[in-house]
């Protein structure tokens, strides 16, 4: 007995620490591709005012909209709110590509392609983070988990039935148990839970950008007068 319920809570430990690798890489891999999200439209707003006038006037307006859509989506948990965030980050795509393609089809200088590869870098960015929140551990590994923890329980209950003065003792493993599944589904989990990413980068490219306009508007009409 004492070897099956060494080898038990052995596979059964090894199991709750691969999943929750697995949680934290994943976590990790979200972040990242947040800050890497805020870097990618920082720098196709810096590169908006290789255009026109009025089409980098857009372009910036557009972009402004598309921050506050993508930190909304890392702060929304309801359905509904989620498929109004998508369809609006959706047309906000083909408004940003779409106002581009004619200078692109007519200019197709060194400075353009640049400012094209942006746009498609900033697009890019949101499929790939989309694609992250996706990619959780599967369901089949929590079934295995949980089949693994009912057997040790069962394995440590019966080895443990000579010890009834110890009984609130042996509680303790349910609960440990317990305790690292939620904490495993907590990280795995990017809409609810208590550990979620949260858009710093993007809401500190929000403030940046915005002073950053609020710096450039009376240069803008400054130059418009003369």
């Known amino acids: 007995m004492g070897i099956i319920q060494t080898a038990t809570l052995t596979l059964l430990g090894l199991i709750i620490g691969f999943s929750f690798s697995m949680a934290i890489a994943r976590y990790d891999q979200r972040k990242v591709l947040e800050e890497a ?3 990618a439209i920082g720098t196709e707003f810096l590169r908006a005012d290789l255009l026109p006038p009025k089409l980098a006037a857009t372009t910036k307006a557009s972009l402004l909209d598309y921050v506050d859509q993508r930190i909304n989506f890392y702060s929304y948990q309801e359905q509904e709110v989620g498929k109004i965030i998508k369809q609006r980050t959706s047309e906000l795509h083909s408004t940003l590509w779409n106002d581009l393609l004619p200078v692109m ?15 498609n870098e900033v697009i890019n960015s949101e499929g790939y983070t989309q694609a992250a929140w ?10 295995l988990m949980a089949a693994i923890a009912i057997c040790a329980n069962l394995v440590v209950g019966y080895g443990a039935q000579n010890f009834k003065g110890n009984v ?50 009376p240069q803008a009409k400054a130059a418009q007068s003369k």
Do not use: C, Y
């Open 105 to 119: 089809k007519n200019q197709t200088n060194a400075m353009h392609v640049l400012i094209a590869s942006g746009m």
């Open 37 to 39: 999200e805020a870097n």
């Open 168 to 217: 609130g003792l042996f509680m303790l493993l349910p609960f440990v148990i317990a305790t690292s599944f939620f904490l495993i589904a907590d990280i795995d989990s990017p809409r609810g839970g208590i550990i979620k990413v949260e858009p710093r980068n993007l809401i500190q490219l929000k403030k940046s950008l915005s002073q950053l306009i609020e710096v450039q508007a």
């Open 134 to 143: 996706w990619n959780r551990i599967p369901l089949m590994a929590w079934g």
